[in-house]
Structure formats: structure tokens, C-alpha cells
């Protein structure tokens, strides 16, 4: 059983940066899609960035695209999130999911985590 554990998450004012860190429990990543979530009060839950099972690199939503940077590390079995220019439409609970043999990141993922909340506010 695969367990996640985000954090990193705070209070950040608008044009800040932000590191959050998803660590993964018992297992190695290397075979795991692993994606980055955010639900934000009253929204859906939305995709912002994934790297697949078969993947070095990041694949990113359009409303984070060149802000957001999604690394993996998998002899730490940690991923990490570097958020850059936050804006106030940025704050969301962030979860990292994770998912073995998956060839892409979807709303359905096997294993999530808790999440780790992310205000932007001045």
C-alpha cells in the first residue's frame, strides 16, 4: 500500500514562491505516474501537472505553465511542486495521487494524499 504525505503548504503574498514536497511511503516511484492536484473552495478539482510512468519530464496545465515546476526524485521517493508568481487564484488544497503502471495522471488515481492547503494573499 502506497501512502503520500504533502507538505510544504503556508501563507505566501502574491508574487511569491512556494516548494511543496509529496513524500511516498514503502515503495520505490519509479514505475508510478505521479501527479499534482489543487481543489480550490467551490471549484472542481483540477490536473496542474503530472509526470508519467514512462516520463522524465513534466507535463503542465495551461493556468500554471511556466510558473509551476514538478521534479521527482526517486531514490527519495519524494516529488516536489516549486511554485513561482502565486497568485490569489492559486489557493487550493494541493494533493499529490499517484497510480503504478499508469501512462498518464487522471482524476482517478489510485493513491492520494491529504493534500497541504496554499493561501495567497497579501
Known amino acids: 500500500q502506497l501512502q503520500l504525505v504533502e507538505s510544504g503548504g503556508g501563507l505566501v503574498q502574491p508574487g511569491g514562491s512556494l516548494r511543496l514536497s509529496c513524500v511516498a511511503s514503502?515503495?520505490?516511484?519509479?514505475?508510478?505516474?505521479i501527479g499534482w492536484f489543487r481543489q480550490a473552495p467551490g471549484k472542481e478539482r483540477e490536473e496542474i501537472a503530472c509526470?508519467?510512468?514512462?516520463?522524465?519530464?513534466?507535463t503542465y496545465a495551461d493556468s500554471v505553465k511556466g510558473r509551476f515546476t514538478m521534479t521527482r526524485d526517486n531514490a527519495e521517493r519524494t516529488v516536489y511542486l516549486a511554485m513561482n508568481s502565486l497568485k490569489p487564484e492559486d489557493t487550493a488544497v494541493y494533493y499529490c495521487?499517484?497510480?503504478?503502471?499508469?501512462?498518464?495522471?487522471?482524476?482517478?488515481?489510485?493513491?492520494w494524499g491529504k493534500g497541504t492547503l496554499v493561501t495567497v494573499s497579501s
Open positions: 495521487a499517484a497510480e503504478r503502471l499508469s501512462l498518464t495522471c487522471h482524476g482517478g488515481m489510485d493513491y
Open positions: 514503502r515503495v520505490v516511484l519509479d514505475y508510478y505516474s
Open positions: 509526470i508519467s510512468s514512462t516520463r522524465a519530464t513534466a
